[in-house]
């Protein structure tokens, strides 16, 4: 507990090092290489930064470490960087890939040598407000708006993340087939869905269903009080209610 220090002459923290040592209030990571998968999980550092030494050149996974405010990567780091956003990149090639993330709030811009989010979820963008993908990124569509969104071969055209802090009304877009962990996605005002859309309805309080308006897939912050659930309805997305 406290403040940690990684010895001197300690090149590798092994897998799942400090997991689960909740009572972490710093971490020095002095001048690691290596840092294996899930070392930092369920750690709260209450919203210090976190550097990067410029000795790191591995990470075996994603930066998980709990409550980060900023990741700042030390000067001379041949493989990763960061920037003012809280987003913290592994260069592969001409591109790069998220694989830690700060506290995100405001706009984000997601820049067009990005290929991946990697590990940035719903609970990650709930104080964000607006995305920005610039012009000539080949993974997400360009543009702003209040979601990130993509073509999988798999799923066809999916919305990755909404931001939870937008203030109006998310109009869901008539070629939208699947909306990633909608259950947990945070949403101020609701929803609306584009006509000719056929996997997703929205109802006049913003709360997002099924076409067939059987499976309740979100409920927007604004429906308070009684909640009674409509006629029809089967069953629902899970952490459908978790948000409320």
């Known amino acids: 507990e406290g403040d940690v220090r990684v010895p001197d002459g300690t090149v590798r923290i092994a897998d799942w090092a400090f997991c689960g040592c909740s009572k972490v209030t710093d971490i020095d990571l ?5 840092i294996g998968q899930r070392v930092f999980d369920y750690t709260d ?13 591995k990470l075996d996974g994603y930066l998980e470490i709990g409550n980060v405010h900023r990741y700042i990567v030390e000067e001379g780091n041949e493989v990763l960087s960061c920037d003012d956003q809280g ?3 592994e260069r592969n090639g001409n ?3 998220v694989v830690g993330i700060g506290s995100l709030e405001g706009t984000i811009t997601i820049a067009a040598d990005v290929i991946s989010l990697g590990m940035v979820g719903t609970n990650d963008v709930r104080d964000v407000d607006l995305f920005v993908v610039e ?4 993974k997400y569509r360009p543009g702003e708006g209040p979601y990130v969104q993509y073509y999988s071969k798999y799923q066809g055209e999916c919305i990755l993340l909404v931001a939870g802090a937008y203030d109006g009304i998310i109009t869901i877009p008539a070629e939208i087939q ?18 000719g859309n056929e996997n997703y ?11 067939d308006m059987k499976v309740i897939h979100n409920i927007p912050q604004t429906v308070t009080g009684d909640l009674s659930v409509r006629e029809g309805v089967t069953s629902a997305t899970d952490g459908v209610f978790g948000n409320l």
């Not at 002095?30 to 290596?34: F, K, L, S």
């Not at 012009?135 to 080949?138: H, M, R």
């Open 95 to 97: 591109e790069r890939v």
């Open 45 to 57: 550092l209450g919203g210090k930064d976190v550097v990067l030494p410029s000795s790191l050149t």
């Open 201 to 211: 309805a929205a109802d006049e309080n913003g709360i997002l269903y099924s076409y």
């Open 87 to 89: 987003l913290v990149y």
């Open 178 to 195: 699947y909306i990633h962990n909608m259950g947990s996605v945070h949403v101020r005002q609701g929803f609306a869905v584009e006509e």
């Open 135 to 138: 012009d000539g990124n080949t």
């Open 30 to 34: 002095n001048r690691v290489e290596y």
